[in-house]
């Protein structure tokens, strides 16, 4: 599970009495810890305002 603490640049991952917690707050939605995490126990589910939010961060990121 150290290994998900250190791959989320976002730290949006908390250990807790042996579980995993991840702060929505903090979670940025770039996937690391989905591809990372081997027992496949973290999903992403993207609804319009991440997908927005996601979109808006990529533009601000790319000069057009």
Same mark, same amino acid.
């Given at each position: 599970? !150290?290994?998900?603490? +250190? /791959?989320? /640049? =976002?730290? =949006?991952?908390?250990?807790?009495? +042996? !579980? /995993?917690?991840?702060?929505?707050?903090? @979670?940025?939605?770039?996937?690391?810890?989905?591809? %990372? @995490? !081997?027992?496949? =126990?973290? %999903?992403? !589910?993207?609804? #319009?305002?991440? %997908? #927005?939010?996601?979109?808006?961060?990529?533009?601000?990121?790319? +000069?057009?």
């Amino acid at each position: 599970m !150290k290994c998900l603490n +250190e /791959i989320c /640049i =976002a730290d =949006a991952i908390n250990f807790k009495d +042996e !579980k /995993i917690q991840i702060n929505q707050n903090k @979670c940025r939605g770039y996937g690391l810890s989905v591809n %990372t @995490c !081997k027992q496949n =126990a973290i %999903t992403l !589910k993207y609804d #319009d305002k991440s %997908t #927005d939010s996601i979109v808006n961060r990529l533009y601000n990121l790319v +000069e057009l």
